[in-house]
Nanobody
Framework: QVQLVESGGGLVQAGGSLRLSCAAS????????MGWFRQAPGKEREFVVA????????AYADSVKGRFTISRDNVENTVYLQMNSLKPEDTAVYYC????????????????????WGRGTQVTVSS
């Protein structure tokens, strides 16, 4: 099992930027695809973005494509989410997750394919 701790959330005005970090410890981080999900008040948790174990493959939800960028540092055991041009509808708790499967691509968007989750970090975008 891998332990995940998110950081970097906060309050930002619309059009602003935030960079989320997810620090991993435990099993070998570099062998697993990683993802970010988010849950807005009163809504179900949804997929945001994923990155393959190597970092060579990424997948984005349409709602964030062109504004958000995922990256990973397999030496520092950290995955990042750079969020630009933030909108009020991006307000949510953002969760980092690690794939259940070794050497996975970024193709899975299902929560069931991710076996380890962080506690989340709040992102609030004011209009």
């Amino acid at each position: 099992q891998v332990q995940l701790v998110e950081s970097g959330g906060g309050l930002v005005q619309a059009g602003g930027s935030l960079r989320l970090s997810c620090a991993a410890s435990g099993r070998t981080f570099s062998r697993y695809a990683m993802g970010w999900f988010r849950q807005a008040p009163g809504k179900e948790r949804e997929f945001v973005v994923a990155i393959s174990w190597s970092g060579g493959d990424t997948a984005y939800a349409d709602s964030v494509k062109g504004r958000f960028t995922i990256s990973r540092d397999n030496v520092e055991n950290t995955v990042y989410l750079q969020m630009n041009s933030l909108k009020p509808e991006d307000t949510a708790v953002y969760y980092c997750a690690a794939s259940k499967f070794l050497y996975a691509s970024a193709s899975s968007r299902r929560e069931a394919d991710f076996g380890s989750w962080g506690r989340g970090t709040q992102v609030t975008v004011s209009s």
